[in-house]
């Protein structure tokens, strides 16, 4: 296993000319025909037409052949790399049922060994679909590991730009004693942190994994530390029905206006969801700097709503997409998130004009980096922006172009990404991953997966059919 950052560093950063049938900038340069991206030291330093770039710069190697698509990377603004490595189990749960009997027994047993290899493979499935920045909140409750700081690792090495944070809950069965009190996980937020300062693509948020799985105390001194230290924070928000309820319940109030009331939206947040939204939350979430991270492919596995997502950027907030955790989704394939979100607003709406193709590639990237606050740095290509190029060309899907936009949307898949850089290195060429090797990932995944679900009792409890040897 190699130490954190040298898988990155065996892949240096290149001077390229990158170039497609169509650069669709998400920026100032609108869509280019027969376009090219000039990368180097990591950054982007011009965006115009091949020929004329190709001109000036006749030194210069030229990766793509002049079809297919170079669109920025994309951007998955919400997953859980906790359940990288327990897909396809519980499918025909609620929300609620699937935290109690999948992710709680889980969480249980997850270690930093885990957090990291998980992320390893989760990071090749999300290169070879496009995406370049991850959002994670990784959720556990295992007293005797900072198991959160794997993730860190994980990504560095896998040289796929994050933010991380720990989704900690230490109510999440109500009745059940904590697992932890608020000094154990304000010691891992702190590692954590301290972890995401020391990485170069990695940064640090603080999660709340939901207001309900945590106690009043924890509420409380999340808010805290969050306005002490200037912290951003990660959570999830009116993913379904019985959060209203079981939080009117507790509190009197909606989950938003909670939140509103303990002080959270005084720093910047984003929240997974946003499905139950009243009018009166959307003004609150408009108000502050809230962001909403829609996740169509996991709201439709658990049956838990449809997002009103043209509703809430009509009231100028900032929404992303994204994949939600392996578990829940079940895999983390960015372009069937992306498909996914165009989908369900059409069909909800039985509107097929309700959200357009260049709506859903924005939020897909540059509305996705603003939810982050990276905007600055990635989401768009544009001259001075980091080097985050998703190249799409040698595959059928991505062959007959008469709309570039409409056919990376509905059309796309990970069959056609060929090429992939982050901070100008190249983390997936012809297809394949660079900084992890898929193959090997997956034999040692298998093995990690198999522990997991014995020591998790999931095998036991018939949800897993692994581990039985
Ligand atoms: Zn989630």
Redesign the pocket.
């Known amino acids: 296993m190699p130490n954190a950052r040298t898988a990155a560093d065996r892949v240096p950063r290149e001077e390229v000319l990158v170039r497609a049938a169509w650069v669709l900038t998400v920026g100032p340069g609108g869509e280019i025909e027969d376009g090219a991206v000039h990368v180097r030291d990591g950054r982007i330093v011009e965006v115009g037409g091949y020929r004329e770039l190709r001109g000036r710069l006749p030194g210069l190697p030229v990766e793509g052949d002049g079809t297919g698509l170079l669109i920025p990377g994309l951007v998955n603004t919400?997953t859980?790399l906790s359940e990288a490595l327990a897909t396809g189990m519980g499918s025909e749960l609620t929300l609620f049922e699937w935290g109690e009997r999948i992710v709680g027994p889980l969480g249980s047993v997850l270690t930093a060994e885990d957090a990291r290899e998980g992320t390893r493979l989760r990071a090749v499935e999300m290169l070879l679909s496009g995406v370049t920045t991850v959002n994670d909140?990784f959720v556990h409750g295992n007293p005797d590991d900072l198991a959160s700081v794997g993730v860190v690792a994980g990504l560095e090495e896998a040289s796929l730009r994050g933010v991380v944070s720990f989704g900690a809950e230490d109510a999440a069965i109500p009745g059940a004693p904590p697992w932890a009190d608020v000094d154990r996980v304000m010691a891992e937020q702190d590692a954590l942190a301290q972890a995401c300062a020391a990485a170069e693509l990695v940064s640090f948020r603080y999660g709340i994994g939901t207001l309900l799985g945590q106690s009043d105390a924890l509420l409380e001194a999340g808010a805290d530390v969050c306005r002490d230290r200037g912290w951003a924070v990660h959570t999830?928000l009116a993913e379904v029905r019985e959060e209203l309820v079981a939080a009117a319940q507790r509190w009197g109030r909606r989950t938003i206006p909670h939140a509103l009331a303990l002080g959270l939206f005084d720093r910047p947040l984003i929240a997974?969801h946003g499905v139950w939204v009243t009018e009166a939350d959307i003004e609150i979430l408009a108000a502050h700097e809230v962001a909403i991270a829609h996740?169509p492919v996991?709201n439709m596995i658990l049956g838990s709503g449809v997002c009103p997502v043209p509703r809430l950027r009509s009231a100028g907030i900032s929404v992303g997409i994204g994949t939600?955790?392996a578990a829940?989704n079940d895999g983390q394939d960015m372009l069937q998130a992306v498909k996914a979100a165009a989908l369900l607003q059409k069909v909800h709406a039985l509107d097929p004009s309700v959200i357009d193709a260049p709506t859903v590639l924005r939020m897909a990237t540059l509305d996705g980096a603003r939810a982050l606050g990276l905007d600055h740095l990635v989401g768009s290509l544009e001259p001075g922006k980091r080097a985050d190029l998703v190249l799409l060309q040698d595959s059928v899907c991505v062959s007959v172009l008469h709309d570039p936009c409409g056919q990376l949307v509905y059309g796309a898949s990970p069959r056609a990404v060929r090429s992939v850089w982050v901070d100008g290195r190249r983390v997936v060429a012809d297809h394949a991953c660079t900084t992890v090797d898929e193959a090997e990932q997956i034999a040692r995944s298998r093995a990690l997966a198999a522990r997991l679900a014995q020591a998790s009792g999931l095998h036991e409890s018939g949800f897993s059919r692994l581990g039985s040897t």
Do not use: F
């Open positions: 919400h859980h909140m999830h997974g996740n996991a939600d955790g829940s």
